[in-house]
């Protein structure tokens, strides 16, 4: 296994640039933050190599605001939104009606993870500062989500998708910790709309590894608060207050190897890491 850095990104490219170092099958956990990362992305195209998650269907699920409209026309509940055109497009604020958002409301750039560009903002004077933030991006405007109570937690859930397994999780919104919903309390909380959820965003998507952020309303709507995150973080909880829980992240690579097995001619596994702890 080839596990490529930041530190070790121009060493790599010049390796694959004269032969001496090849693989069939490329995890990529980087170029979204890290530009350099592309040049694997481009190899790996032109050797024919197996990727965990297609490229291009990558793209297109970063797009949030293309991503909003392909869950509304499926029919998903989604928080009220607004989608701005871009600062450079439309540098002046347009005249949208803000009030069924609420007094207080999300703003967060179409594309962005880790939530990058993410703000609470409640005048359109607020919103046209963020806009210039990201200017050549368009914008998504919000409800804020407030999650129903369950057995004193807020009923909010990461949910995980691996390979056509489905990993449901308590995640909260402050502390970003993980807990696992057990099958008990799946069944006596009627959670098993998430599981439904992820399988039709994966259909969506056709991505192979994603997460999920889902909350039940006090309404009892399950409401796909944050749609599709790629490139997800997999610290160990037990190296990490709030990463994974290790029974999670420790099946997800038994699955993604179980994945790589088949592979005709597999000598090489490369992991593209902006942050090698993730």
Not at 132 to 143: A, I
Not at 171 to 191: C, D, F, K, N, S
Not at 215 to 234: E, M, S, T
Not at 243 to 262: Q, S
Request: proline share 7%.
């Amino acid at each position: 296994m080839l596990q490529v850095t930041p530190e070790n990104i121009d060493q790599v490219r010049m390796q694959l640039t004269e032969g001496n170092v090849r693989f069939r099958m490329l995890i990529d956990r980087a170029s979204e933050s890290d530009a350099r990362f592309g040049c694997l992305l481009e190899w790996g195209r032109r050797e024919g190599v197996l990727f965990l998650d297609d490229p291009d269907r990558v793209y297109r699920s970063w797009n949030k605001a293309e991503m909003h409209l392909r869950l509304i026309r499926a029919g998903y509940h989604t928080p009220h939104t607004v989608i701005l055109p871009s600062c450079g497009d439309s540098p002046g604020m347009p005249p949208v009606d803000l009030s069924f958002l609420g007094k207080r409301f999300v703003v967060k750039p179409a594309h962005g993870s880790g939530g990058t560009g993410v703000a609470r903002a409640d005048t359109p004077e607020e919103v046209s500062v963020l806009r210039t933030q990201h200017p050549g991006d368009q914008y998504l405007l919000q409800e804020y989500i407030d999650a129903a109570s369950i057995s004193d937690r807020p009923a909010w859930f990461r949910v995980i998708w691996c390979l056509g397994r489905i990993y449901p999780c308590w995640w909260h919104p402050q502390t970003h910790i993980y807990a696992e919903v057990g099958p008990e309390e799946e069944i006596r909380m009627g959670l098993k709309p998430l599981r439904d959820i992820a399988s039709g965003l994966a259909d969506i998507c056709e991505l192979g590894l994603f997460s999920s952020e889902i909350a039940l309303a006090p309404d009892g709507r399950f409401v796909v608060v944050d749609y599709i995150n790629d490139q997800i973080d997999l610290r160990l909880q037990s190296a990490t207050t709030d990463g994974v829980p290790d029974v999670v992240a420790g099946d997800i690579a038994g699955r993604i190897a179980a994945f790589a097995a088949p592979c005709p001619g597999l000598y090489g596994l490369a992991i593209s890491v902006s942050d090698p702890a993730q």
